[in-house]
């Protein structure tokens, strides 16, 4: 993609709408946080002092939207006092340019590495670099500075209260995430009935079992309806894929086909009423005809074999989802019972166990190709250099330049362009609509910081549909914050445009000197995706083999492992789409491709793992030999690809072909284990050229880019396209 089209492209995603759902019940509790700590502050102090009360409530009821499976009062209670910490120790320092640009680096920096823990950590942090470059100018003493950074963390706290005192989709998140899993594969399910070797996104359930880790104390009250279903979620996924599958399920055509599509309609019937009920709290609802699909009939099923088996094993798990789903009720479902002390649940860990996690995550990040290193280094410079460019513009209020910089940076190249586009036009709007009111209503405090609490909640309202949107709100809560502590409009909004603007630019501009680009990096990412899939695949041969309690952990592990691997391809993927770099070792069709192979690779595994219970240790000496060669093979061909060499797949060949001469194995692993080699030699043809061919297909890709720009151009552009 060139510079032309990335920033059309930013252009239309920083300004377009998110269909997400409006929380107002969420956005009126936290917008009356604001309220209870601004208005006694006001009243029993001074402008100033409501602005630091206003500040404190208003970045830490933000926090609470940020997606995150922790406690929301912990959230407010951890940006309330990371805002005071950063109040006082940035007013400490802000004596002298030559003490506090020192620290402003180092604080920014640190911020910036707080990706690293995550986005909400990272979001988080960045408002605490905005706290200080703020309230420094408020505090004329260290004992006023106390009393400022106090009163921002009784923010934090008020917004904590008011979510403990009403509480409103206790565990919500929770159930959704849960949900959305039961929906993707009841999605999988009812796509398997119209290509049955499509393969499954493991997103969702990636995001449902994070979501499933909780502290000591969320076990004690998580809803039962929260325990079981991802676990069959997980064990269906296999069930459905080798019942749909043409190879190792039901025929391609005739009756046993039609009967594999009325049970993959009936899962997905059931899944989907599992999934509403464990997101609503309410009982299950399935037809009558829909379990009477699911019975498999011993005298009368037309399927026969492994495809039988999966549809009896289909139908049990879903028996075991319904019963579990069952447990919600319409209350939003029992507490868990007291669990012994060895129960198993996955562990989340708590505030203060958290600190050496962050120090192992901080320290994987300290290397200098990483993405999260190049940014706070990148957020360090800009918010310094901002600070010094306003400092000697003739403006007043010259933090805001720095503060644009350090809301609007992320660690990839589009989310910044985007947000720092957003930002200017929603501020341009926000401050022209709250300008005209200031004007319309003149001077009274006590009016502007009504106007103010009634911003901030609208802004809240609109967080999730879309930055700029947001941000209209957000530009009129400051100005009327201003407008509070008596400061004129002429003198306010010019200097907020042009800071504004100065800020945005300065991000824009060092992500384009100093940037951390996903292109060049793309074959590392599908070499790991390879290197751990490989080891998924060789992990389900052994647990074939030998279907045993540790074998099937070790089974487990892999699969996550390589969902990882997979989920870290999506991501620099999707983000080298819309850089502006040429292609380095894989075309935007040859990374297709090879994503296509590789999902097909991680299919077969897949159906594989669902003979597992059923599989005979007869054969163990057989598919170990086939699992050292596979993840001998594609460790192997994971290096190669990353030196530019083709892959080479002949151990893989060869004890395939050991297979079909010694016989035996029953047929449905050797179908699958061919499906394997199928997709490994796709990969190899994906993969493979010499450096002439590459250079000449990265040429041709060039030329096509340069073309569709062209077509776009002539009035089918990302406006034409509808989004």
Known sequence: MTWPRAFREVLWAGLKIEETRLEPLLALRTAFGVAIVMGPALWL?????????????????????????????????????????????????AGRLETFLPLLALWTFVAGLAWAIGSTAGIVAAT????????????????????????IALGGVAQAVL??????????????????????????????RHDPTSPFDPEPLMTARDAAAVTPSQARSRPTALHGPRGLAERIVPAVAALADPDVGAPAEGPGRD?????????????????????CGTPVEVQAKTVDVLRVDEEHEVLEGPSRQAAERLAGLLGEALEIAESGTARGGRSTPH??????????????????????????????????????????????????????????????????????????????????????AGTLVGVAFATGVVRALGPDAHVFGALAVVSAGLSYALIRTGYAYSQCFTAAYVVFLLGMSGQAWEQTVPERMVLTALGGSLA??????????ETPRLLGRLADWLTANGRYAAAVLRSYAEPTRER????????????KARAAWQEAYDQAKREPVRPRGLTSREAKEAQEALEGFDRAATLMENHVSQADSTFALETEGLAKALETETAQAAADMREHRNPDWGRVREVLQAWEDAGGLSPAPRREAELQKRALEDLATAVSRTPLERDISSAREEQ????????????????????
């Open 45 to 93: 102090g001074s402008p100033a002092f409501a602005a630091s009360a206003a500040l404190g409530a208003y970045s830490a009821g933000a926090a609470t939207f940020q997606r995150t499976w922790r406690p929301r009062k912990v959230i407010a209670l951890g940006a309330g006092a990371g805002l005071a910490v950063s109040t006082l120790v940035g007013y400490l320092g």
């Open 128 to 151: 605490t670099v905005g706290s200080m470059l703020v309230t420094v100018t408020l505090p004329t003493s260290v004992g006023r500075a106390l009393e400022h950074a106090g009163i």
């Open 163 to 192: 979510i403990l005192l009403f509480p409103i989709r206790r565990w919500g998140a929770h159930r959704d995430a849960l949900a959305d899993a039961l929906a993707a594969v009841a999605d999988y399910a009812r796509q398997l």
């Open 259 to 279: 009967r594999a599509r009325e049970l993959l309609d009936a899962a997905a019937d059931v899944l989907d009423a599992a999934a509403r009920s464990i997101r």
């Open 339 to 424: 669990r012994p002390a060895g129960a198993h649940f996955l562990v989340r860990p708590t505030m203060f166990r958290l600190v050496p996690v962050i120090g192992r995550a901080v320290r994987r990040e300290l290397r200098h190709d990483s993405p999260v290193f190049r940014h706070a280094v990148r957020l360090a410079a800009v918010a310094t250099l901002g600070y010094l460019i306003a400092a000697r513009l003739p403006l007043g209020h010259g933090y805001w330049a720095p503060i644009t910089s350090v809301m609007v940076m992320r660690p990839d190249f589009h989310q910044t362009y985007a947000r720092a586009v957003a930002r200017l």
């Open 508 to 517: 824009m501009l060092a992500y384009a000197v100093f940037p951390a680009w």
């Open 552 to 563: 099937r952990a070790d089974m487990r592990s892999a699969q996550l492992a390589s969902r």
């Open 704 to 723: 096509r880019v340069r073309a569709a720009e062209v077509a776009e151009g002539d009035g089918s552009g990302p406006a034409h396209r509808g989004g």
